[in-house]
C-alpha cells in the first residue's frame, strides 16, 4: 500500500493550484489540478479528506475577497474541485466496469 500523503502538503497544493486558477481559469491549472487528484489517489488520500482541503482553501480565499468577487470565487472553485476529483470518479468508473 502506498504510503498516506500528509494533508497539509496536499492543502499547500491545493491552495497554489486553485490560486493559479483564480486569475485567468487556464487549462494548464485545471490539467495541474487534476494531476494533484491522481497524486492524492496514489498516497491514500480519500474523497472526504480531500473536501476538507477544499473547503479549508475556499472559505480562506472567500474571507479575503470583496463580497462581490465572491461568487465569481465560488464558481471557479467548483470547476477546479471538479477537475482534482475527476480522477477519484474515473477510479470508482473502473472499479465498477470491472464488476
Known amino acids: 500500500m502506498a504510503p498516506r500523503t500528509d494533508l497539509a502538503a496536499l492543502e499547500q497544493d491545493y491552495r ?4 493559479r ?3 485567468r481559469h487556464e487549462e494548464a491549472a485545471l490539467t495541474a489540478g487534476y494531476a494533484l487528484g491522481r497524486r492524492a489517489i496514489v498516497g ?5 479528506d480531500l473536501s476538507v482541503v477544499h ?3 475556499l472559505g480562506d480565499v472567500v474571507g479575503s475577497t470583496t463580497v462581490a468577487e465572491q461568487v465569481a470565487v465560488i464558481e ?8 482534482v ?3 477519484y470518479e474515473m477510479a470508482q468508473r473502473g ?3 470491472r464488476d
Open 85 to 87: 476529483v475527476a480522477p
Open 21 to 23: 486558477y483564480l486569475p
Open 55 to 57: 473547503h479549508r482553501v
Open 95 to 97: 472499479h465498477l466496469d
Open 16 to 19: 497554489i493550484g486553485f490560486l
Open 44 to 48: 491514500g488520500v480519500n474523497l472526504l
Open 76 to 83: 471557479a472553485a467548483g470547476v477546479f474541485f471538479a477537475e
